[in-house]
């Protein structure tokens, strides 16, 4: 995966995300805590622990274009 690539889809997410918030009415922690165990989840069912490890540590460094979250 590429960076622009990578970056277009963090920001994509970035922008979902914010809109779950709003829609949801939910605080921006509670709604982390709740994918981020669902993807864990995921990760583990399908035996991919060391890959998803490995692109959270990269999407994980990469800024947000335009920051959403003040």
Do not use: G
Not at 40 to 58: G, N, P, W
């Amino acid at each position: 995966m590429n960076d622009d690539k990578l970056t277009y889809i963090a920001d994509t997410v970035d922008n979902f995300l914010m809109n779950m918030v709003l829609e949801h009415k939910i605080d921006p922690l509670s709604l982390a805590s709740i994918i981020l165990a669902r993807l864990v989840l995921m990760a583990q069912e399908t035996e991919c622990d060391d890959e998803f490890k490995r692109v959270m540590s990269i999407a994980q460094a990469k800024e947000p274009t335009e920051r959403i979250l003040q």
